[in-house]
């Protein structure tokens, strides 16, 4: 369907049987039928001339017709099947570009009626539309390939080069492990056989490191009659990365589906490397299974199905030998392998229920432990020395490789583990699974502490090495899913999961559902811990304020000063523009009446200075129920300022009353009696005692009153005293005993 240009209310519609009808919307009625080409109509496209329009078919043939006069001006044909979409260059030259299911581009001379250049495997699939921007020349396709690109015309001839792209999987991704020590750039590895890297910062950053070729030098000839999907490797099963000498050589080694031989991979260059690493002497139904990098980046540990464990220089990309006697470290599948930091141990493990312990220079084995079921995956945290391992029985072992024991063992997960992630510092361990959980396990208090579901089965996980997203990969999902630390962000309560717990489902982006997220909401806000104002009687505690809204107190008439203007407001230079007259032949100005020189007046009334403040009122009702919170409320509410005017407005001179000044140092005592708000408690009473203690020193009733509580705060400063005596003794002791 489309709307041709300067057609008021009216549409074009194309069938699959060919014919074309223009119909008219605001009246539903059908104006014209165009009798087609035999062919099914499967694009229209407006020309940048009014009443021309460009039609592709199903058997490649496109018509540029002008349906005002039912002429045909010119046909092409494409040799690659049926028209998928048009475009019409507007900048300029008369150029006519058309898509095909195989994902090439052709571009026609519309004045010499002539083709002048293709762009063939512009996408790895069909183009699904391609338009050109408005005057300016280039081009900007997509296609079911998950990308798109602009393409730019600046070549000799009129041809076009690709500018710039956006693209990530065409199919799902299997794996994926973050690549760096900063945690911006997440590799993945698709079903589609290719490499990238994503930015958690930019999609500028991001990197398509390419698809595997079985030989570069044949790629190259692959335009010589070659088969372009003969030289492409299946995609990767597993990889692993290490950045400390990639800028020396190749950083990552890779195994792909059903081959023995793994590929090295240079993350700066953004290309697959030279090196097919190979061992020299297995059957040939053997397949690389298992794969590490040493945190030196020198070395290569790669497991096969066969049972064999090799090692490889990536910098000369040699073998240098094998694990075990006969050349067999296993009697089963390799499912995992792991180096230590300091290269001294490599792990292995395998299907027949074995974990071994090897040296790493002399490759001699160690010791070797007996599993209570055969082992899916393995993942290895150096810095802490724990080695998770997920079983084919849905459970968890954590053994620690410097003792040689099983610390831990979780179980909980009711499907098969695909992959797991330790955090950063080593005390969580994230895994997901078939059953569609994502579980957090808590390692030093063995316990469950976070499980949640997602509708969508995690085939991947990634923490990232600052701690602060996890990276996670779904089954039928092109796209990677980040999700936020909370930890980071706020107090979370990380409370032992029950057994019985039943995990919520949370909404992966690109689902709106606002009641499940307004109820997981509420539960969290319900579930989340609240500190007590006050943790005992015997303690002091003090108040949230801000410093600034308590120190200063006593400083206020220092700030005032300061911030003193230098000048008076200078008066207006000249009177205003227009001066309000009298009406009449002779111009007069108007004087101000009597009412508005009252409004004018700068003196208040003593009626306004007579009524109390919302503080005095609380206060008063305050002292006849001897609960102060109310005032207390209020005053933590004030600013400075406003809290020395409200001190001030206490006293007789002030407009106040004695029994505001007395109902004030009750409230002190209080507070001093309960231990809450301690530093409020000294900054209140020290501005008092600043501002009333010549009126007090005259009344009786108060200055009993200020005893008591001058020997309750020297009874409460005693007791601090002490403490502080006693931890500061401790201290000192701890930091110079030789212990």
Known sequence: MMHPST????????????????????????????????????????SPAVDVVGVGTATGRIIIHNIRLDETMMTFTQEWGPISSLAFRTDGPPVLASCSPQGHIAFWDLERRQLIG????????????ATFLHGEPLLVTN???????????????????????RQGHSAPPTTICHHGNDGKNILSAGQDGTLQSFSTVHERFNKNLGHGSINKKKEKK??????????????????SSAAARQSDWDGIVACHRGRRATTTWNY?????????????SCRRDTVATAVDITSCGN???????????????????LHRGCYGNDDQAHAGVVRGVATDTLNQLTLTTASDWLLKFWRFKTRKQEVELKLPAAPASMMLHRDSGMLALALDDFTLLVVDTETRRVVRKFAGHHGNINDMAFSPDGRWLVTVAMDCTIRTWDLPSGSLVDCFLVAMAPVGVSLSPTGDFLATAHVDSLGIYLWTNKSLCGPVGLRPLPADYQPATETLPGVTADESEQ????????????????????????????????????????????NKPVAPPAAPAAAPFFLPTVAGLTPRFTSPTATEQEAQSKLLSWGSLSQRSEFSSALLAALNSQSFDAPLRLLKDCGPSALSVELTCLSPDGGGASSLLLAFIQMIDSMLASGRDFDLA???????????????????????????????????????????DQSLCLLSYTKSALL
């Not at 692959?222 to 990889?239: H, V």
């Not at 700066?268 to 020299?280: D, N, S, Y």
Request: glycine share 8%.
């Open 118 to 129: 293709q762009q063939t495997h512009a996408h790895s699939t069909a183009v699904a539309a």
């Open 299 to 317: 070395f290569a540990v790669i497991g096969s199905s066969c049972g064999r464990v090799d090692v490889y220089n990536l910098q000369s990309g």
């Open 682 to 724: 000294h900054a209140y009473l020290a501005l008092f005692l600043k501002l009333h203690l010549r009126s007090l020193t005259q009344d009786a009733v108060a200055m009993d009153a200020l005893t008591r509580l001058s020997s309750r705060m020297e009874a409460g400063w005693a007791g601090l005293r002490a403490s502080f």
């Open 519 to 562: 109820e997981v909401t509420s539960e969290e806000a319900d579930d989340a811990y609240q500190s007590a104002e006050q943790l005992g009687a015997e303690l002091v505690t003090l108040s949230l304020l801000p410093e600034s809204r308590w120190k200063s107190l006593l400083q206020l008439d220092n700030i005032k000063r300061r």
């Open 7 to 46: 057609y008021l209310n009216k549409v074009l519609l194309g069938s699959s049987q060919g014919a074309l009808q223009l119909w008219n919307i605001k009246t539903s009625k059908l104006l014209f039928t165009f009798p087609g080409w035999l062919a099914g109509v499967t694009a229209l496209q407006q």
């Open 222 to 239: 692959k335009k010589k009659g070659l088969s372009y999907e003969e030289l492409r490797l299946p995609a990767i099963t597993a990889f």
């Open 143 to 165: 296609g079911a390939d998950n990308s798109i690109k602009v393409w730019i015309f600046d070549q000799e001839g009129g041809g076009a080069r690709l500018l710039r792209s």
């Open 268 to 280: 700066q260059r953004c290309t697959m490397g030279a090196h097919h690493l190979q061992p020299p």
